[in-house]
């Protein structure tokens, strides 16, 4: 079926290293897919997006790596601030699907430690 | 939030009502899009629309009804056939009929059923 998973509901970092999330995808939600960050009590904020044809894109201080064989992606934060904390959604979209189908995971929650 | 806007930040609702939440939105997009947060879950949509006087359903329709009379605006009523509607709602819009599918969104609304 359609389903789109992070695999751990929290993380906690230390300001200064890197951060990767993890995400899992089925075959329904395999041709897009979006990563947003989402602070407490506000609406989610893109971050960056792959489509399948692509294994990697990065953007400022962030990439996103893009396995299809294992059918998994990543979210990678260099250099995590403070600013980084709030919860990280995946989602995932199917062409063939309609419009409105885009699938999220539950997040993760990220925790940076000063 | 981009130019994606939600009034209001908070509503409280007696048992029984009917409450309508606005979303607006100045980015020309044409697709718009409503979705529940519940605590520590993903985004589940509701209802969307991509074009002026359409919309489909969405996963969890049982209980809402929209409109879609203008470009910029889709509001989101919530009937008093949802039995449990004490959520956070979030807005959404992307440029739709082809484009990018990224959705971007707005602050999103609190209700709280007293």
């Known amino acids: 079926g359609e389903s789109v998973g992070l695999h751990l509901p929290t993380l906690s970092v230390q300001e200064g290293d890197n951060s990767i999330i993890n995400c899992a995808y089925s075959n329904s939600a395999s041709d897009y897919f979006i990563w947003y960050k989402q602070e407490s009590g506000k609406g989610p904020q893109f971050i960056i997006d792959?489509?399948?044809?692509?294994d990697k894109r990065q953007g400022q201080r962030v990439t996103v790596l893009l396995n299809k064989t294992v059918k998994h992606l990543s979210l990678q934060i260099a250099a995590t601030q403070p600013g980084d904390s709030a919860v990280y959604f995946c989602a995932g979209l199917n062409y063939g699907g309609s419009q409105g189908n885009l699938i999220f995971g539950k997040g993760t929650k990220l925790s940076v430690k000063p | 939030d981009g130019g994606i806007t939600q009034s209001p930040k908070y509503l409280f609702r007696k048992e029984g009502q009917n409450v309508t939440l606005s979303c607006e939105q100045n980015l020309n997009h044409d697709a718009m899009y409503w979705y529940r947060q519940d605590p520590g879950q993903g985004l589940r949509l509701i209802y969307y629309s991509q074009i002026v006087n359409d919309f489909q359903k969405g996963d969890i329709a049982e209980g809402y009804s929209v409109s879609r009379e203008k470009k910029e605006s889709f509001p989101l009523t919530v009937t008093s056939a949802q039995k449990n509607p004490t959520a956070f709602y979030l807005c959404?819009?992307?440029?739709?009929?082809?484009?990018?599918?990224?959705?971007?969104f707005g602050p999103g609304t609190r209700l709280t059923v007293l």
């Open positions: 792959i489509r399948s044809n692509m």
């Open positions: 959404a819009s992307s440029i739709g009929r082809g484009g990018t599918d990224t959705q971007y």
